[in-house]
């Protein structure tokens, strides 16, 4: 084994000498590729707010249960004999709506465009706008103002996160490995140099200083 890894150490230390040029740039486009099987650090910070969303429109539901009567009855009241004028379990459903379908587009199937977080918008507003006009919730206390007005928020959060962070800042790290690779194809051909032809391998001429001490002919010998 030491001597597998003395001889790999060897041949690495012969070829870093050759290769040492092409090193940095090889190192760079490999961790690009290694970082674009896993998700980006910036849709994973969406990811994350998704998720957030969803637990922060939870927890206020929850809050909003408990203050007006206790969970079990409200469960019963806002669920069972759900009432869309007076109920605030739709708008929980409709964080849910949000969660599933960005954690499927950008999270499993990690989409590139913007066509589903302007679809759970767009369906978001419409909604709560719609339910705000009609509904009674702006006269049961606090959470008539706040578990809207909060969803809203959240929605139109996670679109500027996509729009303006995550798509652009995945672009700009695909146009750096082009660019990356561009420049490795250009400078291939300089760091692969071609056949060595027969001309170039060539034995020195024998000395003559030998043949011409022995041809010198000593007249003490005849």
Avoid at 78 to 94: A, K, M, Q, T
Avoid at 105 to 132: G, Q
Avoid at 155 to 160: F, K, L, P, S, V
């Amino acid at each position: 084994m030491d001597s597998r890894c003395s001889s790999s150490a060897g041949s690495r230390q012969m070829g870093s000498h050759g290769a040492r040029s092409s090193t940095p740039l090889q190192a760079r486009t490999d961790s690009y590729e290694e970082k674009k099987k896993c998700i980006s650090d910036v849709r994973r910070t969406f990811c994350l707010f998704v998720t957030f969303d969803l637990l922060f429109v939870t927890l206020l539901w929850i809050i909003e249960l408990n203050v007006n009567g206790g969970l079990p009855k409200q469960l019963n009241q806002e669920v069972v004999h759900y009432n869309y004028h007076g109920s605030f379990f739709d708008i929980f459903l409709l964080a849910v709506f949000r969660f599933a379908v960005l954690i499927l587009a950008y999270a499993v199937c990690r989409l590139r465009h913007w066509w589903a977080v302007a679809i759970t918008t767009a369906i978001s507003c419409a909604f709560l706008i719609v339910k705000v006009i009609l509904s009674k919730l702006l006269s049961q206390g606090a959470f008539g103002y706040l578990l809207p007005i909060i969803s809203f928020v959240l929605a139109w959060i996670e679109t500027w996160l996509l729009d303006l962070k995550v798509l652009p800042q995945e672009a700009e790290d695909e146009n750096r490995y082009q660019s990356l690779l561009d420049a490795s194809t250009e400078r291939a051909p300089l760091l692969h140099p071609g056949p060595m032809s027969d001309g170039q391998f060539y034995s020195p001429p024998e000395s003559v200083a030998d043949t011409d001490e022995d041809l010198d002919v000593k007249p003490g010998f005849f």
